[in-house]
């Protein structure tokens, strides 16, 4: 059994939904609702409750706040209320999305287009849990609502993916996990299914936000077929690789992030590995750089800085062209895809015409 004040990662909205919805049903039942234990996948979870009361002999409603852990997750320390009426529909447990809570409206994700964004796991464990103290002759009505949640949902990956007007109550374990964990790298992975249930078989790999702007501001493309990668470009072309559905991917966005696949580096997180110097370096010497100039490279801070040097020097679209050749061999050794590479500047200014050249998108 898990305490939430004992773990040092934190639990899934899908468990604050379900706790809070436990607490409210223990107050049509007169029951203490100050700390409630869920069932969740892998353990039970013992919650602390912030508020629950009696609204009505069939209705009330409980608050939990989403406790902090040790990792930026947007949702620490949000209340999820939920809302319980009992109906006279024995065993039947309705569960609906209220105020905060998104809206799915694209295919390929785990729920259908229409229904409100409560991922699977979390729907059974709100419903079985809430099953627990049901009498046998009653049903339930649940709905789940995240006062913040509009506000919040911008800084979620959840416009990319068609989920508007609220965040999605998440959780496959119960068990919140850091941004670097497998929890993570899924949320990342759901871009291509979604982009596959939309048709697309030509796609746009991006590292963030600096290469989906310049993707916007540079392309006529739909936003459903730009896929941000983050820095586990290595994970996401694997995940298009076992899909077998898509015909090609091109690599697009800023220097700083891209040049580190010409090294073979597959993880970009800078504290994994950081050998942008290096890189730029090697590149410009394999130009015929002087000794003085691949010094003055080497020894940059960004590669912004690089960029000045190697324009005054008058071999910038050499050297990036040739380290676009090399990310494309390398991604063509691993993957069964047609790969393309577009690296940009900070000011969205391409560094690779020739490549540019041949993608399968409209230029504006």
Not at 109 to 135: D, F, S, T, W
Not at 300 to 305: L, V
Not at 338 to 346: P, S, T
Request: glycine letters at 8%.
């Amino acid at each position: 059994m898990i305490e939430e004040d004992d773990q040092k990662s934190g639990i899934t909205t899908g468990s604050v939904a379900t706790a809070a919805s436990v607490a409210a049903l223990y107050c049509l039942f007169d029951k203490s609702a100050d700390v409630v234990e869920i069932t969740a996948p892998n353990d039970k979870l013992v919650v602390h409750i912030d508020s629950a009361r009696k609204l009505s002999d069939t209705t009330a409603t409980a608050v939990v706040e989403k406790p902090t852990y040790n990792d930026p997750d947007v949702t620490r320390g949000i209340k999820i209320i939920s809302n319980v009426t009992l109906t006279d529909d024995a065993g039947v447990i309705e569960l609906i999305g209220g105020e905060g809570v998104g809206k799915v409206t694209k295919p390929g994700l785990q729920i259908p287009v229409g229904e409100c964004a409560i991922n699977p796991v979390p729907r059974r464990m709100i419903k079985e849990n809430v099953a627990r103290y049901l009498p046998e002759d009653k049903g339930a009505r649940v709905e789940i609502v995240v006062p913040e949640g509009r506000a919040i949902a911008p800084k979620t990956m959840n416009s990319r993916l068609g989920i508007i007007d609220g965040i999605s109550i998440l959780g496959t374990t119960g068990v919140a996990r850091p941004m670097s964990s497998r929890a993570y790298t899924d949320s990342l992975k759901v871009q291509i299914d979604v982009a596959i249930a939309n048709g697309y078989k030509d796609l746009l790999f991006v590292p963030g936000n600096i290469g989906t702007r310049i993707a916007n501001e540079n392309l006529v493309i739909d936003e459903d077929a730009i896929i941000e990668m983050s820095n586990f470009v290595g994970f996401m072309l694997d995940e298009a690789d076992k899909a077998h559905e898509i015909d090609s991917i091109t690599l697009f966005g800023h220097a700083g992030k891209l040049i580190k696949i010409a090294a073979g580096i597959f993880n970009t997180k800078q504290s994994v590995a950081d050998a942008r110097r290096e890189i730029m370096t090697a590149y410009a010497g394999l130009v015929g750089a002087s000794t003085q100039t691949l010094r003055e490279i080497f020894e940059c801070i960004t590669t912004e800085d690089v960029i000045k040097i190697l324009d005054r020097e008058g071999i910038t679209t050499e050297v990036f062209e040739l380290i676009a050749d090399k990310i494309v061999e390398l991604c063509n050794l691993k993957y069964d895809i047609e790969f393309h590479v577009v690296i940009a500047k900070m000011d969205g200014s391409i560094l690779t015409p020739c490549h540019a050249e041949d993608i399968p998108f409209e230029w504006k």
